[in-house]
């Protein structure tokens, strides 16, 4: 069956010490994922904890990356959702499994947007009157 998107759940265990609370380092790692998965990065936002721990999101023209960590516990959690043909989310995951150092990644894949009304492969954008047009 044919799918508007694929949707990354990455769990990222035993990574490497003192880089989970480094806001810096999340952003840059979250921000470079999207570039190696060949998104169009549209924004980020990401938000330091206290005492520890830091969130973010980066929205793609293709849809998001997104984390959470836990150094406490040496733990993030990804999330890579996109849509299209031409981006890489396994892409994307393998380089933050790098960057991160986790020693017991996993990654869940979830099909996204399965519409059985349609025999094709469905289109991430539609044609209407000549013109690109986002849904």
């Not at 169009?40 to 959470?68: C, Q, R, W, Y």
Request: net charge negative.
């Amino acid at each position: 069956m044919n799918s508007l998107g694929t949707h990354l759940l990455l769990e990222l265990k035993k990574c490497k010490e003192n880089i989970l609370g480094d806001i810096g380092f999340v952003e840059s790692a979250l921000l470079d994922a999207a570039l190696e998965a060949n998104a169009t990065i549209v924004d980020h936002k990401f938000h330091e904890f206290n005492p520890f721990g830091v969130s973010g999101m980066v929205i793609i023209a293709e849809s998001h990356l997104s984390i959470h960590t836990w150094p406490e516990y040496d733990y993030a959690a990804v999330d890579i959702f996109t849509c299209g043909d031409i981006i890489k989310p396994q892409a994307a995951a393998q380089f933050l499994i790098e960057r991160f150092g986790s020693l017991e990644p996993n990654i869940m894949e979830i099909k996204r947007g399965l519409i059985s009304i349609y025999d094709e492969k469905l289109p991430h954008k539609i044609i209407c009157e000549e013109k690109l047009v986002a849904r």
